[in-house]
């Protein structure tokens, strides 16, 4: 695992994005770039945003999606992503999860396949509170493949900011499985803030281990890591 320490959230950005501009730049033959939702990618796609480099061989894969949510849904990760990304920047072709199929798990394979006939070649993340990465809350199997998995409350709790109440952030989503995200060619974790010191420090120091889902990334053997000085101070 190779990391960084940045002063501030705005030079993390800055850092990562070019981190994924040399991977793009580097494949003008096209790749497939695994992407974000949540706060810590949000810098990462301003800059993206504002520079003007050619995407169009670039096929994107989001991570997850709410089940239960629409595309057009205000908090959906499609609504993220196309304001965040999407209605700036153009893509081969870019693919999440859809929320509101009648059959999540049927979902999840058909994603889950389209995934795998892709491959990732570097895979956005941040990490969750409690080490989760992607949804793949504690516990989840270290192969698990893309599936319907039940939020913990403190996840609904940390993600509720995006909603009105809390009652309005959904119980299950889809998300890619830590297997499918292991699959990536690369991976580029970025953290900030105070909030996410805890989890950083098990993941960079602790042994690997279920109970904090972000140890799998010992495992892999490209990892970049990004925190800035908040994230990185219970190192
Ligand atoms: C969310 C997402 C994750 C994200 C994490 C941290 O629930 N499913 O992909 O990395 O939690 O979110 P944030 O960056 O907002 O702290």
Redesign the pocket.
Same mark, same amino acid.
């Given at each position: 695992m190779k990391w960084m320490i940045v002063e501030k959230g705005e030079e993390l950005a800055q850092v990562a994005y070019q981190f994924l501009k040399q991977e793009i730049e580097r494949h003008p033959e096209g790749l497939t770039v695994g992407l !974000? +939702? /949540? *706060? *810590?990618?949000v810098g990462v796609y301003e800059e993206w945003r504002k520079d003007s480099l050619d995407c169009r061989h670039v096929t994107t894969v989001n991570?997850?999606e709410y089940v239960g949510l629409s595309p057009e849904h205000p908090q959906s990760y499609h609504t993220f992503m196309q304001e965040h990304l999407f209605k700036d920047v153009a893509f081969k072709e870019s693919f999440v999860p859809i929320g509101d199929t009648e059959d999540s798990v049927r979902e999840s394979e058909r994603y889950e396949a389209l995934v795998r006939n892709r491959g990732i070649d570097i895979q956005l993340? /941040? #990490? /969750?509170?409690n080490g989760? #990465? !992607?949804?793949n809350e504690p516990g989840t199997p270290f192969d698990a493949k893309t599936h319907v998995t039940e939020l913990t409350e403190s +996840?609904r709790e940390?993600?509720q900011r995006f909603f009105d109440r809390l009652e309005e952030v959904p119980t299950k !989503?889809i +998300?890619m499985g830590i297997g499918t995200i292991m699959e990536a060619k690369k991976i580029l974790l970025v953290a900030s803030s105070e909030?996410?010191a805890e989890a950083v420090r098990d993941m960079m120091e602790g042994v690997a281990t279920t109970d904090c889902p972000a140890t799998v990334l010992k495992r892999h053997a490209d990892v970049m890591v990004i925190l800035d000085e908040e994230a990185a101070s219970l190192l």
């Open positions: !974000a +939702t /949540g *706060s *810590s990618p991570l997850d993340l /941040g #990490i /969750g509170a989760h #990465i !992607a949804f +996840t940390a993600n !989503a +998300t909030r996410k």
